[in-house]
């Protein structure tokens, strides 16, 4: 059963400032005991062989922490390694928690309550030039970032360029806010001629189907755009790493976990992988198997077709780019971390430039 946190925050965002300030607020206090599942998942010694006639060493628990509730294309293949027992193969009892989006995945590794998570590129860059925050991808999920603004076909938007005067709802310091100059000036339109009204998350969609914007925050899998096409209005997406160089969520641990536990962050990447590998091989299969496993585990996901449907809209597409051919899968180029650095510094206010080696490593996916 997927484990739900209290805390509350936002889905699939950038880090604004607070939210910055409130991790190393976290990073800084007194250790303490972790809550929940992550509070059994103490540092283990290497497994040895067991003598013949012995019973199998214990599995070590972990936690892995999903970007949000845990039915979303890039949290599948963690479920499709655990019901496979993958991660068993590995030594490992993993336990997947869902949370309220990269600020709070961070949040939960910086203060010791979970070994793994999963956390957005472009997120991961702020909070290291920011705040030095302890942390390193070990593996990158998605290649391309799947932020995009999302519009109904029938309002006559047909390119960027015909957001030139148009009414965008966006939730407050998301990447579709942050990087939409720089949007335009990639796509060949004026942002400054696009009216940003800021909306809740949770209200947003409903205020975007009645018409009081045209424009809102969107994301290449979402199941909303299948439901508004069975409702017969069909939705666009213009996806911002179509234009723009942003990696997607990768998977990432704390810089002692990975100093001394690399048999395990190594184990539970190399089980990963294999899922990943299913998933991009056969997409249709690897997506209806994870969506048979999540709808027995997570009660808050949609029902099952139209969540396939929305899922291979993002598999594998989403999962591969020019910049890995011929790489394993989970493998990233630190090119491609260079020009996303390079961008958010243009637009954010990064007090120092962090380099690629500071924010990920391919160690474990070669």
């Known amino acids: ?68 509730v845990g039915y979303q294309p890039h949290h599948q293949a963690f479920w499709i390694a655990k019901q496979r027992g993958w991660y068993a193969e590995q030594g490992l009892d993993v336990t997947l928690q869902d949370s309220r989006g990269y600020t709070q995945v961070m949040q939960y590794l910086v203060a010791g309550q979970t070994e793994f998570g999963l956390v957005g590129a472009s997120s991961l860059v702020q909070a290291v030039a920011k705040q030095n925050v302890p942390l390193t991808m070990v593996a990158l999920y998605q290649q391309k970032e799947n932020n ?75 199941v909303d755009d299948v439901l508004f096409e069975r409702q017969g209005k069909p939705v666009g997406n213009f996806v911002y790493a179509d234009y723009l160089p942003l990696l997607g969520p990768g998977i990432v641990v704390t810089n002692k976990m990975l100093a001394e536990q690399p048999e395990v962050v190594g184990g539970f990447v190399k089980a990963t992988q294999r899922a990943l ?72 206010q990064l007090p120092r430039v962090p380099t690629p080696d500071e924010l990920f490593t391919n160690r474990f996916v070669e």
């Open 148 to 222: 995009s603004l999302r519009y109904f076909q029938s309002s006559g938007i047909q390119t960027p360029k015909d957001l030139e005067g148009r009414t965008a709802g966006l939730v407050a310091g998301t990447i579709q806010e942050l990087l939409l100059p720089a949007f335009g000036k990639a796509a060949g339109f004026d942002a400054s001629r696009v009216d940003i009204v800021h909306v809740d998350i949770q209200t947003s969609m409903r205020s975007f189907s009645s018409g009081q914007f045209d424009v809102t925050n969107g994301a290449v899998g979402a």
């Open 1 to 68: 059963m997927l484990r739900r946190p209290r805390a509350r925050g936002r889905a699939g965002r950038i880090l604004p400032a607070a939210a910055v300030l409130l991790l190393l607020a976290v990073a800084c206090a007194p250790s303490v005991p972790a809550a929940g599942p992550a509070a059994s998942s103490s540092a283990a010694a290497p497994r040895r062989a067991a003598p013949a006639g012995a019973a199998p060493p214990a599995l070590r628990p972990v936690t892995m922490v999903l970007s949000w």
């Open 277 to 348: 590998e299913y998933m991009v091989k056969s997409p249709r299969e690897a997506v209806t198997e994870a969506v048979g496993i999540i709808k027995e585990n997570v009660k808050e996901s949609p029902e099952a077709e139209p969540l396939i449907e929305a899922s291979l809209a993002a598999v594998p597409s989403l999962m591969v780019s020019k910049s890995t051919e011929g790489k394993p899968l989970g493998w990233s180029s630190a090119e491609d971390w260079r020009q996303m650095i390079v961008l958010l510094q243009q637009y954010d």
